[in-house]
């Protein structure tokens, strides 16, 4: 008996450490803080007085993630499945918590953060976004052969997505988290064994809907017009330059400065630094 809970012990502790997805994680997050280096100096520079003030703050986050990374990878992911629905409901409930008052924290009339003592601002929908996960992965594996039915298998893995939809639309008016999950579970619906046909069908009358829906209380209800101004932007972005067009004229900017491949790193903000210097 003993020596079977000590073989247990030994799987769940021990198991073999992926060093080429640590490493490549390693790669990715290095590259990243990089350009974050890259084309936040300016900004920063002007706001702070210092260069390096919003790279820190990366890098302390990203020193806490690897601990964190680390950390989880010592646990069987399977112990995971045993919490899927407390998972979940962690999931929606952490999406409330913008509207705690003194907790909560609104910019740009948007209600998507919250404050905590380490980070001085934090968006709960990156939690949900990893709860989801966690949570289909089990779901759709406990029903794997039932992914066929058109209820069991489509319809109601996203009537149980929808309170979290909802509450990100509805309260943190966050469309692109809302797209993002709704992409990811429909990703792993297909892995799964869904039905393509049920997500061309019923997804294509979905996406109608959806943006039918957003022109009427736009237009007629003067609510969430701004996503309406966001999606069709790219048409004439000129015609709300400092809007909705606003990054998509930057991007036009940068691409026509830089090209394919850039101007390189730290030249671009050499050129700003200059421009501002001249200004004066």
């Known amino acids: ?32 803080i990089t350009m974050v280096l890259s084309a936040s100096s300016p900004s920063s520079l002007a706001t702070t007085g210092s260069s390096y003030t919003y790279v820190i703050k990366q890098l302390v986050s990203a020193v806490i993630g690897i601990i964190a990374m680390l950390i989880l990878s010592k646990i069987d992911y399977k112990k ?25 924290r609104t910019v740009n009339g948007a209600r998507r953060w919250i404050n905590l003592p ?14 989801v996960i966690v949570f ?8 794997k052969d039932e992914l ?28 692109s988290a809302s797209i993002i999950i709704i992409l990811v579970v429909s990703v792993m619906m297909l892995v799964a064994g869904s039905r393509p046909a049920h997500f061309v069908t019923f997804g294509t009358i979905g996406a ?30 000129w015609a709300d330059a400092q809007g909705s067009g606003w990054q998509i004229i930057q991007s036009l900017y940068a691409i026509g400065s830089g090209g394919l491949f850039g101007v390189g790193l730290r030249r671009e903000q050499t050129k700003i630094f200059i421009h501002i210097r001249t200004a004066q």
Do not use: C
């Open 1 to 32: 008996m003993a020596k079977k809970k000590q073989a247990t012990k030994k799987n769940i502790t021990y198991k073999p450490f992926d060093f080429i997805l640590f490493i490549t994680v390693l790669l990715l997050l290095a590259l990243g």
């Open 80 to 104: 995971y499945a045993n919490f899927y629905k407390i998972v979940y409901f962690i999931s929606l409930i952490v999406l409330l918590l913008v509207l705690v008052p003194g907790f909560g």
């Open 118 to 131: 380490i980070v001085s601002s934090f968006q709960p929908s990156e939690l949900t976004k990893i709860g």
């Open 136 to 143: 289909y992965a089990t779901f759709l594996t406990k029903h």
């Open 148 to 175: 066929k039915n058109i209820w069991k298998g489509f319809l109601k893995p996203f009537f149980i997505l929808s309170p979290i939809i909802l509450v990100l639309l509805g309260v943190q008016t966050h469309l």
């Open 208 to 237: 109608t809907g959806l943006i039918g829906g957003m022109y009427v209380l736009a237009k007629f209800f003067e609510i969430g017009g701004f996503r309406l101004k966001r999606i069709t932007a790219f048409l004439n972005p």
